[in-house]
């Protein structure tokens, strides 16, 4: 499966961006997706993940309430919808996918996603 991330910008504290992640090859419905984010100097850390059907989703805790992620297997697509977004949140987004299991360690994850840069201004 090849994964492309999108929707990244530059944003004000405060406001709202969509991420979508597109999936070719192999339909989305096959793999669990996790969303991932890297600022720079820092290593690369969890933030969202989904289950094949959608039935069930993970957060980490610094997004919990203000990120929500979602997905439409008809169009191979997971969405993740961040509000209220804070300086902090500034960092190169990932998606990734695996055909077992949403993990939120992302060594878990077979496939990759270029990143999507969101950059939050104060």
């Known amino acids: 499966v090849q994964l492309q991330a999108s929707g990244g910008g530059l944003v004000q504290a405060g406001g709202s961006l969509r991420l979508s992640c597109a999936a070719s090859g192999r339909t989305s419905r096959s793999y669990a997706i996790g969303w991932f984010r890297q600022a720079t100097g820092k290593e690369r850390e969890f933030v969202a993940a989904i289950s094949r059907g959608g039935a069930n989703t993970n957060y980490a805790d610094s997004v919990k309430g203000r990120f929500t992620i979602s997905r439409d297997n008809a169009k191979n697509t997971v969405y993740l919808q961040m509000n209220s977004l804070k300086p902090e949140d500034t960092a190169v987004y990932y998606c990734?996918?695996?055909?077992?299991?949403?993990?939120?360690?992302?060594?878990?994850?077979?496939?990759w996603g270029q990143g999507t840069l969101v950059t939050v201004s104060s």
């Open positions: 990734a996918a695996d055909p077992d299991a949403m993990y939120s360690r992302a060594r878990l994850y077979d496939y």
